[in-house]
């Protein structure tokens, strides 16, 4: 068995398609989808997700606001930041890209976000409302765009085994919730840290998705023949062959694939539809607000 290639790729391509007709339905009705995002610090990897991020923006049509502030800047400069953009009625979008510089309090910063702006998905608010079973709040954009991969190979969720495999509120969480959320109908079990015997767990599901943040963690043995396999993960591992001395790893070994019915890649597996789905959150917003607008 080869498993086929779940292809963020390909999926973002089809999600953008769409995208396009609505940002052009909004534009005849004189709105202007806009996104703004605030980068503090010069992580490499932030700077490369944030421009990715800018550039689609540019090629769907949405307009962009780009605000990079120095490692050192204080906490209190970003809230201002963050509660200007609040008031910004031309402003449908906010996003603090992470990781922020160890002095700063990621979830307060996060809270301060409108919620109805909150176009990553991880206010409270936006959360709890995933939490009731509804969707008709800002979806976290990765675990989302694991759904839309899966409905794009046409994956059958109702009442298959899945595991999730962390518990982080930006990925695992979200992603447990949205696989058990009716209309995707599956049982799923969250394996973490402190899980016994993960491998047999895994062992037994239909559907895992891997997010640890771990390389290569997820083996062959894991896996049970015909399994869909999704790899949230991407690792930086040394790597001497490499011109620039190391490449991306997923969370899962590429051996799985001798296994699985289907397995997301990394890259071009998940990180593509996290952005398209950052850029649907976008469009949402703008949509949202605008019958908001329009009501007497």
């Known amino acids: 068995m080869s498993a086929q ?7 973002a391509g089809e999600v953008e398609a769409e995208l396009a007709g609505r940002i052009a339905v909004l534009r005849e009705r ?42 050192n800047t204080e906490e209190a400069v970003v809230r201002e930041h963050i509660l200007s953009l609040n008031a910004q009625d031309d402003l449908h979008g906010i996003l603090v ?3 922020l510089p160890k002095h700063m309090d990621e979830e307060a910063l996060t809270d301060l976000i409108n919620p109805s702006k909150d176009v990553d998905g991880f206010h409270p608010q936006n959360l709890g409302r995933l939490v009731q079973g509804r969707t008709d709040g800002m979806l976290p954009c990765t675990p989302s ?13 109702e009442g298959k085994r899945a595991v999730v495999l962390g518990r982080s509120r930006i990925v695992g969480m979200p992603a447990a919730l949205l696989l058990a959320a009716k ?27 891997a997010a640890v943040g771990r390389p ?19 690792n930086r591992v040394e790597d001497d062959s490499r011109e620039r001395g190391w490449r991306l ?23 593509p539809m996290t952005i398209a789905m950052l850029m649907e959150n976008t469009v949402r917003a703008a949509e949202i607000a605008l019958t908001a607008d329009e009501k007497p």
């Open 145 to 157: 765009g694991v759904m839309r991969m899966l409905r794009w190979a046409r994956v059958d969720l």
């Open 97 to 99: 890209q992470s990781p």
């Open 183 to 209: 209309g995707a109908d599956a049982t799923v079990t969250v394996v973490h840290s402190r899980t016994g015997d993960a491998e047999s767990i895994c062992q037994e599901a239909d559907i895992v998705v």
């Open 30 to 71: 004189g709105v202007e989808p806009h996104l703004a995002v605030i980068i503090v610090g010069d992580d490499p990897a932030s700077h490369v997700y944030v421009n990715s991020k800018v550039k689609t923006c540019a090629r769907l049509g949405i307009r962009s606001t780009h605000i990079s502030l120095p490692t």
């Open 5 to 11: 290639r779940l292809d963020g790729k390909a999926c």
């Open 216 to 234: 290569n963690m997820v083996t062959a043995s894991w896996i049970k023949p015909g399994a869909v396999v999704v790899d949230v993960g991407i």
């Open 249 to 271: 790893a997923g969370d899962v070994d590429p051996n799985v694939g001798e296994k699985a019915a289907w397995l997301s890649p990394v890259p071009g597996g998940v990180g």
